[in-house]
T-cell receptor, first 116, second 114 residues
Framework: DVKVTQSSRYLVKRTGEKVFLECVQD?????MFWYRQDPGLGLRLIYF???????EKGDIPEGYSVSREKKERFSLILESASTNQTSMYLC???????????????FGQGTRLTVV | AQKVTQAQTEISVVEKEDVTLDCVYE???????LFWYKQPPSGELVFLIR??????QNEISGRYSWNFQKSTSSFNFTITASQVVDSAVYFC???????????FGKGTHLIIQP
């Protein structure tokens, strides 16, 4: 059974703290993504990675950074957490199999982060 | 730029009614992929369907059916004989097939009342 696992389901952090959200996939997928989900805004892409040590900014990268040292692990880092980063964070991975992308994006269970 | 519009923020129906969730997309890609995901209260996104731009055939899976029309850039989702367990937020998403992920709509919150 395919799996994308996020390290925490719920997290409470203080303003100014450095926060790490971890995501691990066991499908040997090249591509991994971090989204945040807010009511009325849907899912918005923060960062993505298409290979080890490669990263690309998504639509809302400000205040975040990422790390991909190993293929299976993609970490989202909040350098100095702020209250407006309180949100649900979702990690996803997928494999691209050429012209006919016969795959889907698999999502983790989500991390609900509260910054106080 | 890609865009997905789910104009229905919330839909409430009584159990056993049929319900259609609308999805309209914009893309300049000639090859693209459309998805529907279900997000129950537990929060995890559950994959429902993927359709590529070359395949306009409608699909039926049990009580679920999807209508893909390139002429109107729509990919609508119908639940027949709805059940309480169908209550969830449903997301439509679009991908150009590249490594840059999926673009999601804002979701439709479906409430099925007993």
């Amino acid at each position: 059974d395919v799996k994308v696992t996020q390290s925490s389901r719920y997290l409470v952090k203080r303003t100014g703290e450095k926060v790490f959200l971890e995501c691990v996939q066991d499908m040997d997928h090249e591509n991994m993504f971090w989204y945040r989900q807010d009511p009325g805004l849907g899912l918005r892409l923060i960062y993505f990675s298409y290979d080890v040590k490669m990263k690309e900014k998504g639509d809302i990268p400000e205040g975040y950074s990422v790390s991909r040292e190993k293929k299976e692990r993609f970490s989202l880092i909040l350098e100095s957490a702020s209250t407006n980063q309180t949100s649900m964070y979702l990690c996803a991975s997928l494999a691209l199999t050429g012209f006919d992308m016969n795959t889907e994006a698999f999502f983790g269970q989500g991390t609900r982060l509260t910054v106080v | 730029a890609q865009k997905v519009t789910q104009a229905q923020t919330e839909i409430s129906v009584v159990e056993k009614e049929d319900v259609t969730l609308d999805c309209v997309y914009e893309t300049r890609d000639t090859t693209y992929y459309l998805f529907w995901y279900k997000q129950p209260p537990s929060g995890e996104l559950v994959f429902l369907i993927r359709r590529n731009s070359f395949d306009e055939q409608n699909e039926i899976s049990g009580r679920y059916s999807w209508n893909f029309q390139k002429s109107t850039s729509s990919f609508n989702f119908t639940i027949t004989a709805s059940q309480v367990v169908d209550s969830a937020v449903y997301f439509c998403a679009l991908s150009g097939g590249g490594a840059d992920g999926l673009t999601f709509g804002k979701g439709t919150h479906l409430i099925i009342q007993p």
